[in-house]
């Protein structure tokens, strides 16, 4: 069965029996998960773990979704990617303000760019800004979308650790302003623990962990259990 979209008040995301296989080979095993509007949740996985291909089929882009897999998802749901895919013909501006119209829009835009530190940039090409830029440039062009539902696959992976650490700010008082849902995903256990709400580790095809942050509690706890999820034994940490 394709997976459909509808509007819910509660779940910004609503997974049942999510099943994914590429040439016989079952990737994501019967997923059944719910993401309340508003959440921001990281999800943790080996590389080939099926984080991608989730993300992927919440997105709404992957339709060869089987089995019983049912996905809602709100309306306006915006995707970052690991690397910014601007389109390098466009200048930064234009690349925020794809597939928008209006004068509207572009206020918008501008101010989006303004909110990711690049007032001033709205001129420029792709070609002209840093990794770090063209990254934030993709997350404004994400937010002038005002997701309901923003999901990112590892869209600080190829930062360096300065850049990583602002983007980490910027992504949370983001969130906190704007307060889409987020479904991030990572496989840097640090990054999880520190942004999200809740953590998620997939495991063969289903998801194996799932706890919630309490902000009170030391981080090493977290660390600690999701480490272990992922096979990371005390003596290589
Ligand atoms: N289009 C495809 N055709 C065939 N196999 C695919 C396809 N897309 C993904 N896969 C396979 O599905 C598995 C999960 O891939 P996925 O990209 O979701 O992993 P991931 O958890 O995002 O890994 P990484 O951390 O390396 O990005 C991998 O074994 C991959 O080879
Ligand atoms: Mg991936």
Same mark, same amino acid.
């Given at each position: 069965?394709?997976?459909?979209?509808?509007?819910?008040?509660?779940?910004?995301?609503?997974? %049942?029996?999510?099943? %994914?296989?590429?040439?016989?080979?079952?990737?994501?095993? !019967?997923?059944?998960?719910?993401?309340?509007?508003?959440?921001?949740? =990281?999800?943790?996985?080996? +590389?080939?773990?099926?984080?991608?291909?989730?993300?992927?089929?919440?997105?709404?882009?992957?339709?060869?979704?089987?089995?019983?897999?049912?996905?809602?998802?709100? /309306?306006?749901?915006?995707?970052?990617?690991?690397?910014?895919?601007?389109?390098? @013909?466009? %200048? $930064?501006?234009?690349?925020?303000?794809?597939?928008?119209?209006?004068?509207?829009? =572009?206020?918008?835009?501008?101010?989006?760019?303004?909110? $990711? !530190?690049?007032?001033?940039?709205?001129?420029? @090409?792709?070609?002209?800004?840093?990794?770090? /830029?063209?990254?934030?440039? =993709?997350?404004?062009?994400?937010?002038? %979308?005002?997701?309901?539902?923003?999901? =990112?696959?590892?869209?600080?992976?190829?930062?360096?650790?300065?850049?990583?650490?602002?983007?980490?700010?910027?992504?949370?008082?983001? @969130?906190? *302003?704007?307060?889409? +849902?987020?479904?991030? &995903?990572?496989?840097?256990?640090?990054?999880?623990?520190?942004?999200?709400?809740? $953590?998620? &580790?997939?495991?063969?095809?289903?998801?194996? $962990?799932?706890?919630?942050?309490? *902000?009170?509690?030391?981080?090493?706890?977290?660390?600690?259990?999701?480490?272990?999820?992922?096979?990371?034994?005390?003596?290589?940490?």
């Amino acid at each position: 069965m394709a997976p459909h979209t509808e509007q819910l008040t509660r779940s910004a995301v609503r997974l %049942r029996g999510l099943t %994914r296989s590429f040439g016989g080979r079952t990737v994501l095993d !019967g997923i059944d998960l719910d993401i309340p509007a508003g959440q921001f949740t =990281a999800l943790l996985g080996h +590389s080939g773990s099926g984080k991608s291909t989730l993300l992927r089929a919440v997105a709404g882009l992957d339709h060869e979704v089987e089995g019983s897999g049912q996905l809602t998802a709100p /309306e306006r749901v915006s995707v970052v990617f690991q690397d910014s895919r601007l389109l390098p @013909w466009r %200048r $930064v501006l234009d690349n925020v303000l794809l597939g928008t119209e209006g004068k509207e829009a =572009a206020a918008k835009g501008r101010e989006a760019l303004a909110e $990711v !530190g690049l007032k001033g940039r709205e001129r420029a @090409w792709p070609s002209e800004l840093s990794g770090g /830029e063209a990254q934030r440039a =993709a997350l404004a062009r994400s937010l002038v %979308r005002e997701p309901e539902l923003l999901l =990112a696959d590892e869209p600080f992976g190829a930062l360096d650790a300065l850049t990583r650490i602002r983007m980490h700010g910027l992504l949370r008082e983001l @969130w906190e *302003r704007h307060r889409p +849902s987020v479904l991030l &995903v990572t496989h840097d256990v640090d990054e999880a623990v520190a942004l999200a709400e809740r $953590v998620l &580790v997939l495991e063969e095809g289903r998801i194996g $962990v799932d706890v919630v942050i309490d *902000r009170e509690r030391p981080r090493e706890e977290y660390r600690e259990v999701l480490l272990g999820a992922l096979g990371v034994t005390s003596d290589v940490r």
